[in-house]
């Protein structure tokens, strides 16, 4: 019969240890997320609005409705938020936008594979075809912002701290949200 680990036991109090340091590094590894895809998508907006006809004539190989159009709202976008995200201004705001585009890539560059794979092979190797394509990513880390914020290294922080006074300074507070007990 397996026994549970008691909260005072060693096992117990160096996994919340492992916890409360691995707190630490929240901000720093959104931070460097935001940086390095930040980068990407400046790149790549950047891309679709120099090399416009080239990236028409590849979203009507897609069926993207209305290319044209979709070259520069896609490519804006990717851009305007790629530099706002490495700035960490309007994290949360920017990450709605980059989702819809993602997701709109996905189903639009892989949609006659996905719709294959799910009819021929099953659902595992159309979960396959969708985490494969090069928008996925792209997808999962605007999920990421939108759900956990650009981290305390950000001008949103900034703001949120100093200007609008919506988030506390928690000085009672690990990074991870468990309280500081002198007794430790």
């Given at each position: 019969m397996a026994?549970a680990?008691?909260s005072?036991?060693?096992p117990?109090?160096?996994y919340?240890?492992?916890?409360?340091?691995a707190?630490y590094?929240?901000?720093?590894?959104?931070?460097?997320l935001r940086f390095?895809?930040g980068?990407q998508?400046?790149?790549s907006?950047y891309?679709?609005?120099t090399?416009v006809q080239?990236?028409?004539?590849?979203f009507?190989?897609?069926?993207?409705?209305?290319?044209h159009?979709?070259v520069?709202?896609?490519?804006a976008t990717?851009?305007?938020?790629?530099?706002?995200?490495?700035l960490?201004?309007a994290?949360r705001?920017i990450s709605?936008?980059l989702?819809?585009n993602?997701?709109v890539?996905?189903?639009a560059?892989s949609?006659s594979?996905?719709?294959?794979?799910?009819?021929?092979?099953g659902?595992l190797a159309g979960w396959?075809?969708i985490?494969?394509?090069?928008?996925f990513?792209?997808?999962?880390?605007?999920?990421?912002?939108?759900?956990?914020?650009p981290g305390?290294?950000?001008?949103?922080?900034?703001l949120?701290?100093?200007?609008w006074?919506?988030i506390?300074?928690?000085a009672?507070?690990r990074?991870?949200?468990f309280?500081v007990?002198p007794?430790?």
């Amino acid at each position: 019969m397996a026994t549970a680990i008691k909260s005072g036991s060693v096992p117990a109090r160096a996994y919340g240890t492992l916890v409360c340091g691995a707190s630490y590094l929240q901000s720093p590894v959104l931070l460097l997320l935001r940086f390095t895809w930040g980068w990407q998508l400046v790149e790549s907006g950047y891309g679709h609005l120099t090399h416009v006809q080239k990236t028409v004539d590849a979203f009507e190989g897609w069926g993207v409705p209305l290319p044209h159009l979709s070259v520069y709202v896609s490519g804006a976008t990717e851009l305007v938020g790629g530099s706002l995200l490495m700035l960490g201004l309007a994290t949360r705001l920017i990450s709605v936008p980059l989702v819809f585009n993602f997701i709109v890539a996905i189903v639009a560059a892989s949609r006659s594979d996905i719709a294959g794979a799910f009819h021929k092979q099953g659902v595992l190797a159309g979960w396959d075809q969708i985490v494969n394509d090069t928008a996925f990513p792209m997808l999962m880390l605007a999920l990421v912002m939108l759900a956990f914020g650009p981290g305390k290294v950000s001008i949103d922080y900034l703001l949120g701290r100093i200007v609008w006074r919506t988030i506390p300074p928690h000085a009672d507070q690990r990074p991870g949200g468990f309280p500081v007990n002198p007794a430790q």
